[in-house]
């Protein structure tokens, strides 16, 4: 009998698991981008600190929800290993923390840890205005798509990528963030920008194709 530090009920495969994980990665850059384009007007109202703290803590609740006692059956490691991860080595401590913890419990966790250490900051900077309904409204919005979606995405994609791969992958954000800043906020880039991203672009296909390729998504 296994000792139960690391074991966790297995989920069965589900839509995520089936995904390419370039796919993941790109819908989450999406995600995290239209979240930013919604956030602009929030960070004008709250403030930095306070739209960060709203962010989180409403991507906290919403996991939180969907996931119920999940979060509550991690083992003392499992929590150690995520409470590391909202600090540093992003990338290759969520991949870590993917492959030990299954299903979505290692995020919510690593969520309402990061709620918590925001707080002083944002209620200071923000005050009353955080509890105002319009607020929440566009908060619990961009908390999902600034956080919730795009992290359980990439959480996915890093079970079966590449850090490197990951890595590279992401270097797509400025040119995603040039479309919808285009599309939403009608905001254009100069051609030199432009020619940058493109350069950019064609790193990451090339890095899509490898690791698609026998082996490529090994780390």
Known sequence: MSSGDDSLPQPRAGLGQRVPPPVLVFGGIVSVQLGAAFAKGLVVELGAAGTVLLRVASAALLLGALFGRQPLRLSRRQLGMVIVSCWAGYILLSQRVGRAVPGSAGL???M??????????????????LLEPDTVLLGTAVGLLSSA???????EALRRLSARAFGILLSLEPAVG???????????????ELGGIALVVV?????????????????
């Open 203 to 219: 790193a990451s296909a090339g890095v899509t194709h490898a690791a698609s390729q026998p082996g490529g998504g090994a780390p």
């Open 149 to 155: 979606i795009p992290y359980a995405l990439e959480m």
């Open 178 to 192: 040039a479309v919808v800043g285009l599309v939403v906020l009608r905001e254009t880039l100069r051609p030199r």
């Open 112 to 129: 309402a840890v990061a709620a918590v250490v925001l707080m002083p900051v944002g209620v200071a900077g923000a005050g009353a205005r």
């Open 108 to 110: 919510t966790v690593a």
